[in-house]
């Protein structure tokens, strides 16, 4: 069983830049293709961005592409997501999951296994 906790969250100004982390138990975070999805009032749950596990490739959302960036600490367990220049649409719910299927099925919410709690980020104009 992998537990993922999200940290980072807040309340920003529009252009401000934030950090969300997720910190994962287990000792194979190495062999999880780690992703992060957002849901905001009212709407579906969609993704942001995926990191593969081996190749460390990286997969954005069309909507914070150059934006926001995801990255992954192996020897911490834990992946990151820096999001610059946010925007009151970014406002949202934000999960961290993981895939341990080692497929690279990056945008599909039924791909990953475990989820984070969610964290909320609130950009203010």
């Known amino acids: 069983q992998v537990q993922l906790v999200e940290s980072g969250g807040g309340l920003v100004q529009v252009g401000d830049s934030l950090r969300l982390s997720c910190a994962a138990s287990?000792?194979?975070?190495?062999?999880?293709?780690m992703a992060w999805f957002r849901q905001a009032p009212g709407k579906e749950r969609e993704f942001v961005a995926a990191?593969?596990?081996?190749?460390?490739?990286?997969k954005y959302a069309d909507s914070v592409k150059d934006r926001f960036t995801i990255s992954r600490e192996n020897a911490k367990s834990t992946v990151y997501l820096q999001m610059n220049s946010l925007k009151p649409d970014d406002t949202a719910v934000y999960y961290c999951?993981?895939?341990?299927?080692?497929?690279?099925?990056?945008?599909?919410?039924?791909?990953?296994?475990?989820w984070g709690q969610g964290t909320q980020i609130t950009v203010s104009s």
């Open positions: 999951a993981a895939d341990d299927s080692r497929s690279w099925r990056w945008p599909l919410i039924s791909e990953y296994d475990y």
């Open positions: 287990g000792r194979t975070f190495s062999y999880y293709t």
């Open positions: 990191i593969h596990w081996r190749s460390l490739d990286t």
